[in-house]
């Protein structure tokens, strides 16, 4: 039943709110404190093999979203679990860092994520306060970013960081099915996902 309700909201839900990525030359400047990720080889900037080796902003409209919680540190990645990935700068989209997102689901070519911060955002809407987790050794507090839904290929998963309690993943779901207009469905997740085939 919980299957049948996965599949049928899969084929309803569609990725709303998040911009492609694009290059822009005003935007090539390094700025303070950042860098650019290494490249092997001749690729260009928008070489297949370079677009595929990072994590993107997932189109308006783009292939539906199924949502799962299935976490399993098996060393892959699976919905539920915290990794960590290369993500680009919304504003330069050239540079980035290696971060840890939170997989919530798939879409028909790739696995889809959210971006975790350790820096505060208590007034801002589009952040989830989460807490603190293994994926931190530190133990910093947490919060998620709503407004940004990242593709990511699990080739390109760089390492397994924790799993996400069920509790806390249903919140953070609910919170972006709010935030995006997803349908009423998803606001109720708690019936939707998948037991932790731990």
Known sequence: MIRDKLKALSARLRVIGA???TESPERAKPRPGTRRRPRSGSQSPGSENSRSSRATTLGNGEAGLSLEYVPS???????GEIVWTWVTYEEDPTQGKDRPV?????SATSLVAVMLTSKAHED????LSIGSGAWDPERRPSAIKLDRLLRISSDNVRREGAILDRERFVKVVTALGRFH?????VRSIDDLVTPNRR
């Open 73 to 79: 540190l098996d060393g892959n990645a699976d919905p």
């Open 19 to 21: 911009g492609t990525e």
């Open 102 to 106: 939170l997989i919530i689901g798939r």
């Open 124 to 127: 801002d809407p589009s952040y």
């Open 181 to 185: 207009g997803w349908p009423a469905s």
